[in-house]
């Protein structure tokens, strides 16, 4: 998993996993994404990705935690990876081990009718096709997620 270095790291926001907070996680991410990314197309897709996430870990935290308040920090860097320079959006959340699955293969049948789709996955598709980089990992009882865009 990339990490990013914690000296290049920028807190952006730490509250609560819960819809109550969600422009709060947003507008935060939204304000660092356009400081640093001046591409548009690159700015709307690592915003929609962005979202579809924090949407995931706000339900799994609802879903999976039995009642546990799950906190959620996102952080932000810009690092140089796999020979670019990348805009690198970070969210860190106690909740249970939740791994979104950015490492498989399995592929959506975007074509499928919505009344025919199993639920999951397209969401993980989005951010898939959405952004440049995108790494999991559990470390010291966090889920770690990363998303990650190419600035040049």
Aim: hydrophobic share 40%.
């Amino acid at each position: 998993m990339s990490l990013i270095p914690v000296d290049k790291t920028s807190l952006l926001v730490e509250n609560k996993a819960s819809m109550e907070n969600w422009e709060l996680f947003i507008e935060n991410a939204a304000s660092a994404i356009k400081k640093d990314l001046k591409d548009e197309s690159k700015i709307y897709k690592l915003k929609l990705a962005y979202e579809e996430l924090i949407s995931n870990i706000i339900r799994a935290a609802q879903e999976r935690n039995e009642g546990d308040i799950v906190s959620l920090a996102i952080s932000c860097a810009v690092t140089d990876q796999n020979g670019g320079k990348f805009f690198t959006l970070q969210t860190e959340d106690d909740g249970v081990p939740f791994d979104p699955g950015f490492n498989t293969t399995d592929s959506v049948n975007v074509e499928q009718h919505i009344d025919e789709r199993e639920i999951g996955g397209l969401g993980i598709f989005l951010i898939k096709q959405s952004v440049d980089l995108a790494h999991y990992g559990w470390r010291e009882g966090k889920n770690i997620n990363q998303i990650s865009m190419r600035i040049e």
